[in-house]
């Protein structure tokens, strides 16, 4: 049993009024039907009709009668409220609680018959409450505490009156657990005797230095032929055992992980000593898992070894371009000096060669000349592909084993390139270097050649008709390259480079819930509804534009080139009043001054967070003062410092090993975005937040960090990491200014294909409907999506370019703007293909397909899938209302440019803190990469959390001593400060008694030496 479950949060809330209830839960619980009344009226005593009323309330809100000791905690709004509804006084609610206990004990069983609520004991109950929690066990595999919440609601829809919090927490732990076991047996019984001596293999140490579980969990970190070798090894040690093929289409995805990711992070003496039907069920779930990974990884490999040679062979041949420039110059001034002095003579006089031009150039020197320029210009569009030779022996190294061990598919577009692969793949069985050199050329000869596009032609096929081997490999393997990154091919078993449409709904499964999710996303089953609205809310939108032109000083039509198009004034700096300046001023100074480390403890107890963090087995936790270790693991990971500076050898939860265990055991993605939920929950009780926003809008921006160690999940961008290799953390941040997304992305992405992933995947309660981006997130397909799901897209535009205004109706007259909107939407593409589009929509609301790789699959090398194009056409109908709403909405523009402002003050605070080593990033794989920033994103948001907590605190104070706090001032306070916290130095673990009782601390007294930091 986890020591966290249930939490202390829970623990507290069960079954009793810790406070009053919202206004909203009044009105769900506590309202009076006429069902309530009649029961009530029936009693004539008017304290007994305002017990009955609250007593009502109380078991719908609660979920149980409370007992006699703690009547007196009924909250008095809970009172005023059922008092008011029948016109009686709540001064009477006393009388009634202090009245006979026998009584009161009658009203209960009289609601429990008129409303028939029943015991958890009830047979009946308990079966079907049984049954519910087995089922919902079976198929989600949640965490308990998850569990608890669910089952408490679902025994109060039931009107099951909830028995002891020990009772349910029993419960909950023997059903997750029967459900476990039931699964382990399922999975150990599908195994034959050979897969499980082949799995035994995993976990043999004898005579070894390492295990090969140890082995086969470590992806590549290099980027060179030799790891890309390795890395198919590894595939094919994998599926050699043969797990692969079993049916696991029954097990929950999230209990697949679990244990996959448990025998990842375990040693295999740890997993050998498991009961049977556990250890053969955790090694074939890894097993399973990473034969998925490790082909994702090769593939990754795969590209970037490709990328990295083409960059290398292009940067070899202009360097030896730059070489030749001299000859080159020399030969060009010789022809330059021939056509001079053939333009100085009479077009009219027949040339005589000997005469003129060879008496002031020799034959042999124009010659030479002619043979230099030709031999040293390149085309425009050259690669130097005859410098990929240099490299054919070390791809070599791993052709054989790449073509036999991935199995390659795609669409009928790349029939051809399927082909070649095939070709290829057959070559490697014939033995070639054994082979005549006759026959070995007509092997070669039989290769399908349409492969071979006009830039490799010259290089494949010589003189004389005869294909180039090698050359003919490379033209492969780059398309191949090229495919792979547009899904139009697709290699089976793979979770990234797998077919996209295979994560589509199924359609049995689509056609049962089409209605039910174009219902909840506001669309119409047939396109016909959508293109009338479309063309209303366009029509509407050009006229209003075009109407509010003449008094819109920022923008102005006007025609280059024979083009209309708009011109934008940059948005003047807003003035800061004195009050704001002032009121910041104030704030700032009454912030306290406190350690890093504090703040993490502080914001820990305010929030019960740590509670998320559990162990990777989720089996029981002994270890004390573990919440004291976690702070600790965080404070290393998103400080960039490492254990060293945190370990404490006197202080048991901080020696090294504690902290290592806990960081190897706890610190994952999965345990920091539950906690990472409470946070953004907390912050937005907070009232100063929701003079920000109200969580309805949010903003994406990437911050990039060097990855200065060997990895395969790093990228290149000069531009951001100069000569080395970087990744991006792509995160989303609502406008309360918390995180409640992030993911790492090798390289410098570019936005688009990611935007839309936070909305869909983040798991706070807070749901944004916009989403605000630099330009980088701009592209049709992208509007396109947003609309259909429901959300606004707001990318920042410098300026419109030349943006198009498009129209559906040809014949539509916009007055001025008429020029403006010159080009017509194809309705009949995608009415022709609403019914693909629906299905495409409703996976990602279904969350069976990720949107980014939705969005590169319908890209296909500079050419869009037709899907995508249907998709494109509705969303050039909602850029151009969003083009005319940019134009025309000042506060639009200005309340965009506010939300990327703020997000790239969060970027300077998280480098704050991440200030060690400066701050690059030392993880090679992408999983450490991913937790590691997440732990950054949850301190981070325990910062703005801390700050806007005592700046709320601080303005309350103000007003109380009557300071000027205007409203208006408000939204323009901001938490993404750091001058009141020290970052650096010795790290203390320890918190006043007051904190710990969640009193906040005194303000700053600088004459206080308890504040000095």
Same mark, same amino acid.
């Given at each position: 049993?986890?020591a966290?479950?249930?939490?202390?949060?829970?623990?507290?809330?069960?079954?009793?009024?810790?406070?009053?209830?919202?206004?909203?839960?009044?009105?769900?619980?506590?309202?009076?039907?006429?069902?309530?009344?009649?029961?009530?009226?029936?009693?004539?005593?008017?304290?007994?009709?305002?017990?009955?009323?609250?007593?009502?309330?109380?078991?719908r809100?609660?979920?149980?009668?409370l007992?006699?000791?703690?009547?007196?905690?009924?909250?008095?709004?809970?009172?005023?409220y059922?008092?008011?509804?029948?016109?009686?006084?709540?001064?009477?609610?006393?009388?009634?609680?202090?009245?006979?206990?026998a009584?009161?004990?009658?009203?209960?069983?009289?609601?429990?018959?008129?409303?028939?609520?029943?015991?958890?004991?009830?047979?009946?109950?308990?079966?079907?409450?049984?049954r519910?929690?087995?089922?919902?066990?079976?198929?989600?595999d949640?965490?308990?505490?998850?569990?608890?919440?669910?089952?408490?609601?679902?025994?109060?829809?039931?009107?099951i009156?909830?028995?002891?919090?020990?009772?349910?927490?029993?419960?909950?732990?023997?059903?997750?657990?029967?459900?476990?076991?039931?699964a382990?047996?399922?999975?150990?019984?599908?195994?034959?005797?050979?897969?499980?001596?082949?799995?035994?293999?995993?976990?043999?140490?004898?005579?070894?230095?390492?295990?090969?579980?140890?082995?086969?969990?470590?992806?590549?970190?290099?980027?060179?032929?030799?790891?890309?070798?390795?890395?198919?090894?590894?595939?094919?040690?994998?599926?050699?055992?043969?797990? @692969?093929?079993l049916?696991?289409?029954?097990?929950?995805?999230?209990?697949?992980?679990?244990?996959?990711?448990y025998?990842?992070?375990?040693?295999?003496?740890?997993?050998?000593?498991?009961?049977?039907?556990?250890?053969?069920?955790?090694?074939?779930?890894?097993?399973?898992?990473?034969?998925?990974?490790?082909?994702?990884d090769?593939? %990754?490999?795969?590209?970037?070894l490709?990328?990295?040679?083409?960059?290398?062979?292009?940067?070899?041949?202009?360097?030896?371009?730059?070489?030749?420039?001299?000859?080159?110059?020399?030969?060009?001034?010789?022809?330059?000096?021939?056509?001079?002095?053939?333009?100085?003579?009479?077009?009219a006089?027949?040339?005589?060669?000997?005469?003129?031009?060879?008496?002031?150039?020799?034959?042999?020197?124009?010659?030479?000349?002619?043979?230099?320029?030709?031999?040293?210009?390149?085309?425009?569009?050259?690669?130097?592909?005859?410098?990929?030779?240099?490299?054919?022996?070390?791809?070599?190294?791993?052709?054989?084993?790449?073509?036999?061990?991935?199995?390659?598919?795609?669409?009928?577009?790349?029939?051809?390139?399927?082909?070649?692969?095939?070709?290829?793949?057959?070559?490697?069985?014939?033995?070639?270097?054994?082979?005549?050199?006759?026959?070995?050329?007509?092997?070669?000869?039989?290769?399908?050649?349409?492969?071979?596009?006009?830039?490799?032609?010259?290089?494949?096929i010589?003189?004389?008709?005869?294909?180039?081997?090698?050359?003919?490999?490379?033209?492969?393997?780059?398309?191949?390259?090229?495919?792979?990154r547009?899904?139009?091919?697709?290699?089976?078993g793979?979770?990234?480079?797998?077919?996209?449409?295979?994560?589509?709904?199924?359609?049995?499964?689509?056609?049962?819930?089409?209605?039910?999710?174009?219902?909840?996303l506001?669309?119409?089953?047939?396109?016909?509804?959508?293109?009338?609205?479309?063309?209303?809310?366009?029509?509407?939108a050009?006229?209003?534009?075009?109407?509010?032109?003449?008094?819109?000083t920022?923008?102005?039509?006007?025609?280059?080139?024979?083009?209309?198009?708009?011109?934008?004034?940059?948005?003047?700096?807003?003035?800061?009043?004195?009050?704001?300046?002032?009121?910041r001023?104030?704030?700032?100074?009454?912030?306290?001054?406190?350690?890093?480390?504090?703040?993490?403890q502080?914001?820990?107890a305010?929030? @019960?967070?740590?509670?998320?963090?559990?162990?990777?087995?989720?089996?029981?936790?002994?270890?004390?003062?573990?919440?004291?270790?976690?702070c600790?693991?965080?404070?290393?990971?998103?400080?960039?410092?490492?254990?060293?500076?945190?370990v404490?050898?006197?202080?048991?939860?901080?020696?090294?090993?504690?902290?290592?265990?806990?960081?190897?055991?706890?610190i994952?993605?999965?345990?920091?975005?539950?906690?990472?939920a409470?946070?953004?929950?907390?912050?937005?009780?907070?009232?100063?937040?929701?003079?920000?926003?109200?969580?309805?809008?949010?903003?994406?921006?990437?911050?990039?960090?060097?990855?200065?160690?060997?990895?395969?999940?790093?990228?290149?961008?000069?531009?951001?990491?100069?000569?080395?290799?970087?990744i991006?953390?792509?995160h989303?941040?609502?406008?309360?200014q918390?995180?409640?997304?992030?993911?790492?992305?090798?390289g410098?992405?570019?936005?688009?294909?990611?935007?839309?992933?936070?909305?869909?995947?983040?798991?706070?309660?807070?749901?944004?409907k916009?989403?605000?981006?630099?330009?980088? @997130?701009?592209?049709?397909?992208?509007?396109?999506?947003?609309?259909?799901?429901?959300?606004?897209?707001?990318?920042?535009?410098?300026?419109?370019?030349?943006?198009?205004?498009?129209?559906?109706?040809?014949?539509a007259?916009?007055?001025?703007? *008429? %020029?403006?909107?010159r080009?017509?939407?194809?309705?009949?593409?995608?009415?022709?293909?609403?019914n693909?589009?629906?299905?495409?929509?409703?996976?990602?609301?279904?969350?069976t397909?990720?949107?980014s790789?939705?969005?590169?699959?319908?890209?296909?090398?500079?050419?869009?899938?037709?899907?995508?194009?249907?998709?494109?056409?509705?969303?050039?109908?909602?850029?151009?209302?969003?083009?005319?709403?940019?134009?025309?909405?000042?506060?639009?523009?200005?309340r965009?440019f506010?939300?990327?402002?703020r997000?790239?003050?969060?970027?300077?605070?998280?480098?704050?803190?991440?200030? %060690?080593?400066?701050?690059?990033?030392?993880?090679k794989?992408?999983?450490?990469?991913?937790?590691?920033?997440?732990?950054?994103?949850?301190?981070?948001?325990?910062?703005?959390?801390?700050?806007t907590?005592?700046?709320?605190?601080?303005?309350?104070?103000?007003?109380?001593?009557g300071?000027?706090?205007?409203?208006?001032?408000?939204?323009?306070?901001?938490?993404?400060?750091?001058?009141?916290? *020290?970052?650096?130095?010795?790290?203390?673990?320890?918190?006043?008694?007051?904190?710990k009782?969640?009193?906040?601390?005194?303000?700053?007294?600088? *004459?206080?030496?308890a504040?000095?930091?």
């Amino acid at each position: 049993m986890p020591a966290n479950f249930p939490t202390a949060e829970q623990k507290r809330y069960y079954g009793r009024y810790v406070e009053a209830p919202t206004p909203d839960q009044l009105g769900q619980h506590f309202h009076l039907t006429d069902t309530d009344r009649y029961l009530i009226y029936a009693r004539t005593k008017e304290h007994t009709q305002l017990g009955i009323a609250v007593q009502i309330g109380t078991v719908r809100f609660l979920g149980l009668f409370l007992p006699d000791s703690q009547w007196h905690t009924v909250p008095s709004p809970v009172v005023q409220y059922a008092a008011a509804q029948l016109s009686l006084a709540p001064d009477l609610w006393p009388r009634y609680v202090n009245g006979r206990r026998a009584t009161i004990s009658e009203h209960q069983a009289l609601i429990r018959q008129q409303y028939g609520y029943r015991d958890f004991t009830d047979e009946s109950a308990l079966f079907s409450t049984i049954r519910w929690l087995y089922t919902r066990a079976w198929l989600h595999d949640e965490p308990p505490s998850r569990l608890f919440d669910l089952l408490v609601l679902q025994l109060k829809e039931r009107k099951i009156l909830l028995p002891g919090i020990t009772t349910l927490e029993e419960l909950i732990n023997h059903i997750r657990d029967q459900a476990a076991r039931r699964a382990w047996t399922r999975l150990d019984k599908q195994l034959t005797g050979t897969q499980r001596k082949a799995l035994q293999t995993l976990v043999t140490t004898e005579n070894r230095e390492q295990s090969a579980l140890d082995r086969l969990r470590d992806g590549p970190t290099v980027i060179s032929p030799n790891a890309l070798k390795v890395a198919l090894e590894r595939i094919k040690e994998l599926q050699q055992m043969r797990i @692969g093929g079993l049916d696991v289409s029954w097990l929950a995805p999230d209990r697949l992980k679990k244990l996959a990711r448990y025998a990842g992070l375990s040693k295999a003496d740890t997993i050998n000593r498991l009961e049977a039907p556990r250890k053969w069920a955790t090694l074939a779930a890894f097993v399973y898992a990473y034969e998925t990974r490790a082909i994702d990884d090769a593939l %990754d490999l795969f590209d970037s070894l490709v990328q990295t040679r083409l960059t290398r062979v292009g940067n070899q041949g202009e360097k030896k371009r730059i070489r030749t420039l001299r000859d080159l110059d020399v030969a060009a001034r010789r022809l330059g000096q021939a056509g001079a002095l053939l333009l100085t003579l009479d077009p009219a006089q027949p040339i005589i060669l000997n005469d003129v031009l060879f008496h002031v150039i020799s034959r042999e020197q124009l010659t030479a000349s002619v043979s230099q320029v030709d031999a040293l210009t390149r085309p425009p569009d050259d690669s130097y592909y005859e410098l990929l030779l240099n490299h054919y022996n070390q791809f070599r190294r791993f052709l054989p084993t790449f073509w036999y061990t991935l199995t390659f598919k795609g669409l009928e577009s790349e029939a051809d390139l399927l082909e070649a692969i095939q070709f290829l793949k057959g070559l490697e069985a014939k033995n070639l270097p054994a082979l005549p050199k006759v026959k070995k050329q007509q092997l070669i000869d039989e290769a399908p050649q349409n492969i071979i596009t006009p830039a490799w032609q010259s290089y494949v096929i010589d003189q004389d008709g005869h294909i180039h081997l090698h050359y003919y490999t490379f033209c492969v393997l780059l398309q191949l390259r090229d495919a792979l990154r547009r899904r139009s091919v697709f290699v089976t078993g793979s979770e990234r480079w797998g077919d996209i449409r295979d994560k589509l709904l199924p359609d049995p499964t689509w056609q049962k819930v089409k209605t039910q999710v174009c219902r909840s996303l506001g669309l119409p089953t047939v396109p016909e509804t959508i293109l009338t609205s479309l063309e209303n809310q366009l029509d509407a939108a050009y006229k209003l534009t075009g109407d509010n032109l003449p008094e819109n000083t920022k923008a102005r039509l006007e025609k280059v080139k024979d083009k209309t198009r708009f011109i934008l004034e940059p948005l003047a700096a807003l003035t800061e009043p004195d009050s704001l300046l002032a009121l910041r001023q104030a704030v700032h100074d009454l912030l306290p001054r406190v350690n890093i480390a504090e703040i993490i403890q502080e914001v820990a107890a305010w929030t @019960g967070c740590l509670a998320d963090f559990t162990h990777i087995s989720e089996g029981p936790i002994r270890a004390k003062d573990i919440y004291l270790s976690l702070c600790a693991v965080l404070l290393a990971e998103a400080t960039n410092l490492g254990l060293a500076p945190f370990v404490d050898a006197s202080n048991p939860a901080l020696t090294r090993g504690r902290l290592t265990w806990v960081r190897h055991n706890y610190i994952r993605t999965d345990t920091i975005v539950k906690a990472n939920a409470r946070l953004v929950a907390m912050q937005d009780t907070i009232p100063l937040a929701h003079a920000w926003g109200g969580g309805e809008v949010a903003v994406a921006d990437g911050l990039r960090f060097v990855v200065p160690v060997r990895s395969a999940h790093a990228g290149a961008s000069h531009r951001y990491f100069g000569m080395k290799r970087g990744i991006t953390w792509y995160h989303w941040m609502v406008d309360q200014q918390m995180d409640i997304h992030g993911i790492p992305v090798a390289g410098a992405l570019k936005d688009a294909p990611y935007v839309l992933d936070g909305l869909l995947e983040q798991e706070t309660h807070h749901r944004p409907k916009e989403l605000i981006t630099d330009t980088g @997130g701009y592209s049709d397909i992208v509007f396109g999506l947003f609309r259909l799901l429901g959300y606004q897209f707001s990318p920042r535009l410098a300026d419109l370019g030349d943006a198009r205004f498009w129209r559906l109706d040809r014949d539509a007259d916009y007055g001025v703007l *008429n %020029d403006l909107a010159r080009h017509k939407v194809k309705p009949d593409l995608f009415a022709d293909n609403w019914n693909d589009v629906l299905h495409a929509v409703g996976s990602l609301q279904m969350g069976t397909v990720k949107a980014s790789e939705l969005i590169k699959s319908l890209h296909r090398a500079g050419r869009t899938s037709t899907l995508g194009r249907a998709i494109g056409e509705i969303g050039r109908v909602e850029k151009t209302l969003f083009l005319l709403s940019w134009v025309d909405d000042e506060t639009y523009r200005r309340r965009t440019f506010t939300q990327l402002t703020r997000i790239e003050h969060r970027h300077r605070l998280a480098n704050a803190i991440r200030f %060690d080593r400066e701050g690059k990033m030392y993880q090679k794989y992408r999983e450490g990469q991913e937790d590691q920033l997440n732990a950054l994103g949850l301190v981070l948001n325990m910062v703005v959390l801390w700050t806007t907590r005592y700046m709320n605190a601080a303005l309350d104070y103000l007003r109380e001593t009557g300071g000027n706090v205007r409203e208006e001032d408000l939204e323009r306070l901001s938490p993404l400060v750091s001058h009141h916290i *020290n970052f650096v130095g010795k790290y203390y673990f320890s918190l006043p008694e007051e904190v710990k009782r969640g009193e906040l601390r005194p303000f700053y007294n600088p *004459n206080d030496p308890a504040n000095i930091i």
